[in-house]
Every structure is written in structure tokens, then in C-alpha cells.
């Protein structure tokens, strides 16, 4: 398994932007994607946006599209979430994570290793 670290997250205004981190060390990466998932207040794990490591190919969530996006960068093991336009209800617990595969997945049940999470608070 992957061990991944979040980090990045905190309070920002409505319409401003934030950049989340996931370092990921234990593994050899390039038959994984890395995904981002949310949870928001009394809300259930939402899948954000994915990376497929050794092609770069990405896939977004739609309440997302056109304001994140997700990348990776193969020299510091690290995907990142630039997070740009942001709203109120954008605001939840932003966690990684890992899924050895080659097939493309957006279900939390399918992802084998997950982050502690960074809280993303917007502010209205």
C-alpha cells in the first residue's frame, strides 16, 4: 500500500483559491491513479477529480469542472488540486487517494489507500 499526506487547506473567501498537496511515498506509482474525494458537512464522500500517473490522463467530478484541476508531478511523488472560483459549498474535508489499476474509477470503495484529509473552509 501507498501511505499519502494532504496538506493545504484552510479558509479562504468566495471566489478566491486555494492549492492542496497529496505526497505520496511506499509504492512505485506508475500503475495508480490518484484521486481527490470530498466530504462536506453531513454530506456523503463526492468524488472530485483523478489522475492516471503514468499517463497524466485526468477525469473530473462535474461540480468541478473548469474551476479545479489535478496534476501530478513524477520528480516530488506529489498531486496537487489548484482550486480556483470557489464557493461556499465547496467547503469539506479534501482527501486522497490511491487505486492500483489501470481502469478508471470515481467510487470511494474502490480506492485501496486514503489520506488523514485537509479541511477546505470558503467563506460566503
Known amino acids: 500500500q501507498v501511505q499519502l499526506v494532504e496538506s493545504g487547506g484552510g479558509l479562504v473567501q468566495a471566489g478566491g483559491s486555494l492549492r492542496l498537496s497529496c505526497a505520496v511515498s511506499g509504492h512505485t506509482l506508475s500503475s495508480y491513479f490518484i484521486a481527490w474525494f470530498r466530504q462536506g458537512p453531513g454530506a456523503e464522500r463526492e468524488f472530485v477529480a483523478n489522475?492516471?500517473?503514468?499517463?497524466?490522463?485526468?477525469y473530473y467530478g462535474d461540480s468541478v469542472k473548469g474551476r479545479f484541476t489535478i496534476s501530478r508531478d513524477n520528480t516530488k511523488n506529489t498531486a496537487d488540486l489548484q482550486m480556483n472560483s470557489l464557493k461556499p459549498e465547496d467547503t469539506a474535508v479534501y482527501y486522497c487517494a490511491a487505486r492500483r489499476s489501470k481502469r478508471l474509477a470515481i467510487t470511494e470503495g474502490l480506492y485501496d489507500s486514503w489520506g488523514q484529509g485537509t479541511q477546505v473552509t470558503v467563506s460566503s
Open positions: 489522475i492516471e500517473w503514468s499517463s497524466g490522463s485526468t
